[in-house]
C-alpha cells in the first residue's frame, strides 16, 4: 500500500487575527483587545520600572522623568490611554455578552439570518464609540495641551 | 423560451496535488455564467468541459449534506448556496477552507470536525439505562423546551464556523463553534441529563473560555446555526452551574403514551392503478 499523501496544513495562524475576511467587525476587536490587553500590561511594567528610580537616588529619578519627557513617550503614553478606553469598555461589553445577556434567544433561522450579535448591535458598538469618543477627547488634549 | 444572457467570469481556483508537488499554485478558469448559477455550478462547468482533475466535494446541491464549503472571495461559504452574480464580481477565487487540513485542491479532511463532535457526545444521554434500551414511555417536552435549542440542531457540519473563528486559526486543539455548539445544544434538551460529563470537556483547557467571541463563526454559518450564541449560553451555564445561581436542572417526565390511540388512518389509494403502469407500457 502506498503511504497516505500528506495533508497541506492550512491554518491562518496569527496573520488571521489581522484579516481573515470581510467578517464583522467584532472578529477584529478580538485583535484589537488582544493587542490593547498586553500593551497596559507592557506599560504596567515600564510604569513599575520607573517608579521604582523614585525610591532610589534623586538623580536617576530625574534622569527617567528627562527621557519620559521625550515625545515618543508622550504618544505612548496617550496610546496607553486610547488602549485602557477601548480595553475597559469592550471587556465591559464581552462580560456582559459572554454571559449570554443582550443576545436574545435562540430563533428559528430563517432568510435573511440575523445572529446574535447582528441583533445586539445598538448597543454593544455605544460601548465602543464612547471608547472612540474618549479617544478623541484625549487627542484633543494630546494635541493642545502636551 | 428566451435564451438567458451569458457573462464570462474568470475562476482563480486555488489547487493543490501532493503527488505532485506540495505547494500549491492558482489556475484560472473561464466559464459562461448565467443567471442564478452558484460557484459549485461553475465548478461542475470546469471539471466537465475544462480540466477533469479538479477536486472539490459536493453531494446534495442544495445546502443540506454540508459537503461543499469553501473560501469564496476570501470568505467561507457553501458553493451550492452561493450564487456568482451576487458575489458581484467580475474573478472569482475559490480556495479551500483554512484552519482544516487540504488533502487535494478544494478538498478539506472534515476529521477533525467530526472527532470533535463526537468528544462532546452529541446524543441524550440519561442515567435511567434501561429505560433508554426498552422505552416504555415517551419524553413529555413543550414547545418552549424544544424552541430553547431548536435553532442548533441546522448544524450540517460543513465546517465553515471553524475557518471563520479566530482562535481555531491559531489552535489547533480548540474544540471550535461547532461541538462546542452542539454541547449546548445537548446540555439544554430538557430531556438530557449528560451535563456532567459534557461540562468537563467544555470546561477544559480546549474548551470555552478559549472562545472571546469573535462572532465570526455566526457571521459566516451558511444555516442560520449562530453558534456564537449557543456557547455564550453554554458559559453562562457553566458559571450558573459554579456559582449556583441557576438551582437544580429539572428533566422533563416520562409521559406514558396513550394506549388507546385513534385507529390509524387507512393507507390511501393509489393514483397508478399496478396493471396500466407506466412502466409496463
Ligand atoms: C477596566 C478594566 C478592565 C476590564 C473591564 C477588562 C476586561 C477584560 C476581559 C473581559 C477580558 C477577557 C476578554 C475575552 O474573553 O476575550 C480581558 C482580557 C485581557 N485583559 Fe483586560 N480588562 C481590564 C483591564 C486590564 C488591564 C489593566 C490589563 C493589563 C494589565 C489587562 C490585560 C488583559 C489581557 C492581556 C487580556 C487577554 C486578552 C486575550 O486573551 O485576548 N486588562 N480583559
Ligand atoms: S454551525 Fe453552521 S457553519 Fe458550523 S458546521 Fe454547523 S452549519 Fe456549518
Ligand atoms: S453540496 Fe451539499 S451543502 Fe453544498
Known sequence: MREPHPKRKNYLGIMGWIWGGNYRIERYLYTLHRVTGLGILLFFLVHLCVTTFFRMQQQSWEAAMEILHNPWFKLGEYLVVLAFAY??????????????FGMGKPAPPIYPYRDSLRKSRRWSMALVGTAALIALVFLYD????G | MKELSSKNITFKIRRYNPEKSNK??????VVPTTRGMTVLDALLYIKENLDSTLAFRTSCRMAIC?????????????????????????????????????IKDLVVDL?????????????IIRADRPEMDNPTAEFAQSPEELESFLQFTYCVKCGICISACPTSATDKQFLGPQALAQCYRYCTDSRDDGERERFLLADSENGIWHCHLAGACSDACPKGVDPALAIQLLKRQLVARATNLLGKRELTPLVTPPVHSKPKLPFPQFTVNDKTDAREG
Open chain 1, 87 to 100: 480595553h475597559s469598555l469592550n471587556g465591559l461589553r464581552l462580560i456582559i455578552q459572554e454571559l449570554g
Open chain 1, 142 to 145: 494630546f494635541l493642545v495641551g
Open chain 2, 24 to 29: 500549491t499554485h492558482f489556475a484560472t478558469f
Open chain 2, 66 to 102: 454540508g459537503s461543499c464549503g469553501m473560501l469564496i472571495n476570501k470568505y467561507p461559504h457553501l458553493a451550492c448556496h452561493t450564487q456568482i452574480e451576487e458575489l458581484k464580481t467580475k474573478t472569482v477565487t475559490v480556495e479551500p477552507l483554512p484552519n482544516l487540513p487540504v
Open chain 2, 111 to 123: 476529521s477533525p470536525l467530526f472527532e470533535k463532535h463526537k468528544l462532546v457526545k452529541p446524543y
